[in-house]
Structure formats: structure tokens, C-alpha cells
């Protein structure tokens, strides 16, 4: 079984039918109704040629009590159904993760994510914040209902305060 990890910048529809078209409400989130942004990269993890793993990036600056701060976002992290628990998120997260650190240099990765997932993404570093985030709606600004965490890619320490998107989030 040969494992490769590519990067995109647009997905195919046959590759979105296979890694998003695989079950209802797969990432928890379509009773909230937000609108979200799109991806700007795309890591997928092919096994055999197929792909079964996806991990989306946005370059984007947010403000953090008034303080810039440079974040990959990270989205749509998923593995089509039948092949979930195998580590393919966690591999394709890795790749994705020093990519962003590495290639695009950014400060931290945030994301958004539910309760149930919190732990997976605890263990591989990814911090919660405490403090509200707020981001951009068709209606106006909203603050985040779902948990955010943030991965440190330096030294730096995230600042203290009300994260403010200043976009739909992702």
C-alpha cells in the first residue's frame, strides 16, 4: 500500500465527492448555518492513488487585542468514512502543520473545531483559547460557539485578548 501527500490548490470535483460526498453533516457544523471561507491549499493523503485525507489552509493575519498576529487557518480536516482510524488526519495534520510553520511562516495554525474533537487536537499540541473569537457573517459579526485552539509555530506566546477574524471563518 504506497501513502503520498500532495498539495493542491484547487480540489476536483471527484476528489470533493470522495473526501467531502461520504456521509451527512460530516464535520458537525451545518446547524449553526454559518457562512465560511473557502480553503486556499489542500493537503490530501492519497492511499493507492485515492484520496482518503484532507487538510485545508488559509493564510490570514487576525487581530488579537488589537495586535496583529499571522495564522494559518486550518479547515475541513477530514478522512473519508471507511477509513477512518488509521492515522491518516493525524499524518496529513503533521504535514500540513510544517508546512504552514515551515514554508509559510506563519506565527500559529488556529482552527475551529467541537467538543468531542478537542482531545485529538490536544495531542498534537494545538492549544484551546479561553477568550472570546469573534469573525465575519453575511448579518454582521458573531462570536464563536465552537472551541478554537491555536498552534504555536515559534516562541512567540498567543496575546492576550478577544480574537477578532476580521473574515468568515474557515
Known amino acids: 500500500m504506497s501513502e503520498n501527500i500532495r498539495l493542491v490548490k484547487n480540489l476536483t470535483d471527484a476528489e470533493r465527492k470522495r473526501l467531502f460526498g461520504w456521509g451527512e453533516n460530516i ?25 482518503v485525507s484532507h487538510v ?19 479547515g475541513a480536516v477530514v478522512t473519508a468514512g471507511e477509513m477512518h ?4 488526519a493525524q499524518k ?3 504535514h500540513a502543520e ?6 509559510l511562516e506563519v506565527e500559529f495554525g488556529l482552527l475551529f473545531c467541537l467538543d468531542h474533537l478537542v482531545s485529538f487536537y490536544a495531542r498534537q499540541n494545538w492549544q484551546l483559547l479561553r477568550e472570546p473569537v469573534e469573525f465575519d457573517q453575511p448579518a454582521g459579526k458573531m462570536v464563536s460557539t465552537f ?18 477574524l476580521q473574515s468568515l471563518p474557515w
Open 27 to 51: 464535520f458537525g457544523v451545518d446547524d449553526a448555518k454559518f457562512s465560511w471561507r473557502p480553503k486556499e491549499l489542500h493537503f490530501i493523503l492519497d492511499v493507492d492513488g485515492d484520496p
Open 92 to 94: 496529513t495534520l503533521r
Open 147 to 164: 472551541n478554537v485552539m491555536v498552534l504555536p509555530c515559534g516562541e512567540r506566546v498567543w496575546p492576550t485578548g478577544q480574537t477578532d
Open 85 to 88: 482510524g488509521r492515522g491518516y
Open 98 to 103: 510544517k508546512y504552514m510553520c515551515e514554508e
Open 56 to 74: 485545508g489552509l488559509i493564510d490570514h493575519t487576525v487581530s488579537v487585542g488589537g495586535q496583529a498576529v499571522r495564522v494559518a487557518g486550518v
